[in-house]
């Protein structure tokens, strides 16, 4: 039989019309037996999805070839997936006991008077629980209060932080294996389920892209830096200012460290950078005391907050004994169980049994990856983003080393791939490991997008 397109534009039709049966009857069905936390995520889930499409078609089309935009396409599909799935578990599996029931209750008490312009919230002593809840109920007063639903933005969320982390990469390490950096941070596992949920995780990593795109920005000199990090440094700070912290100290250190030149203009420009990452982390520190609710904010109270947080996760199931830090020792096994734990045969359950085959690839492809590996400190000593993830990962290790349930620490640790992601994405060779923009002689270049080689001169 031959196709022509008047056949086949039939056969779309009729394909369309019985589509658009199938949803008439079960909108009719779920709009009578249902709750609109069914037959609402029937309205708000297609236009979310048809909104995140269009999105994806505009970025991946500035790019060269289409590989991106097939990757983030079936990477969207399959966080679609894993969020209805990170439905099931919380709502059927453990029947609502989870934390997006608290903000979801508070959100649709709310949500009708938001809707009136009667926006009422005390936040005069609100943490990041109380911010959630404000944030659930802004979701909410768009799309009414469907859990469902709720979900889905919220996992879109966690997807566009993805890929503004991602767009650091690029800028950071234009010669790096971006390919390889798109594929595992769009498409593991942890990314895919975790994030996905009414929750913070969701909203953090989102800023935690912001923040990624604005350092990798400010190490290039490039326009909008610093907007990005103020932007990057609010969203985190309000949920969870110890993160913002580690954040900024790592940033601040790369900025400490980062090569200048010897001309006057170069040093110049690293000590007003300096003075900058100065000025913004102590405003940071200020903020994240008063959320912290101490007088000041040093290692010792961010310690304090994380090891008050760490004590309460050695309930619920899942639990183990965590790595003492009591000497430098303990670092690389605390590296090794933040990383990569729980192991196969620690797995309780089918979501540990699935995190631990994660953490089992990681840990092979860590290990074939010692040729990119052992180019690090050079890399450090000329690539201040790059110091910047190593900083901020070891901080983290060190920080969450006392979080002692593998389900609470899996759902943390998405705040932590996609930097150590970094370093397993390295460039091969000494060409193109530093910043778009920073200074460095004519060279060539791998355009890995069309497959052929360039020379350059950057300014």
Known sequence: MVWTSGRLWAVAVALAALVGAGFAVLWAWAIGLQSYNVWGAMVVVPAVIWVNAILIWRVASREPGRWLGAVMAGA????????LVRYYVAYVVYDGATDAERYNLAAAFQYRTWRQGVVTWDLSNARGTQYMELITTAVYTVIGPTTLAGFFVFASFAFWG???????????????????????????????????SIGKES???????????????????????????AIGAFGTGIIRPHIAVLLFAALLTAQLFRPASKEVTGILSKIAGLGVMVGAASILATQSAE?????????????????????????????FTPVSLSSPLGVPMAAITVLFRPFPW???????????????????????????LKRLPGIMRRNPYVMFAVVYALAFVVAFAGFANFGILARQR????????????????????????TEVDAREEVDHFGGFRRHSLRA
């Open 203 to 229: 909203w953090i990593l989102l800023f935690v892209g912001v923040t990624a795109l604005g350092a990798a920005k400010f190490f290039a000199g490039q326009r909008g830096a610093l907007a990005l990090l």
């Open 346 to 372: 620690e797995a309780g359950n089918g979501q540990m049994l699935v995190q631990s085959l994660e953490g089992v690839f990681l840990l092979v492809l860590a290990v074939r990856s010692w040729p990119r």
């Open 76 to 83: 969207f599909a399959a966080k679609m997936v894993g969020t």
């Open 291 to 319: 959320l912290l609710g101490t007088d000041d904010i040093n290692w010792e109270s961010v310690s304090a907050a994380l090891d008050m947080a760490g004590g309460r996760t050695t309930q619920g199931g899942s639990e």
């Open 162 to 196: 993805v890929y503004l982390l991602y767009r650091a990469f690029r800028v950071a390490l234009p010669g790096g294996d971006h390919r390889r950096y798109a594929l595992l941070v769009f498409l593991l596992p942890s990314f895919l389920y975790w994030p996905s």
């Open 414 to 437: 998405v705040l932590l791939l996609p930097f150590f992601l970094v370093l397993l994405a390295l460039p091969m060779g000494r060409e193109d490991d530093q910043p778009e923009g």
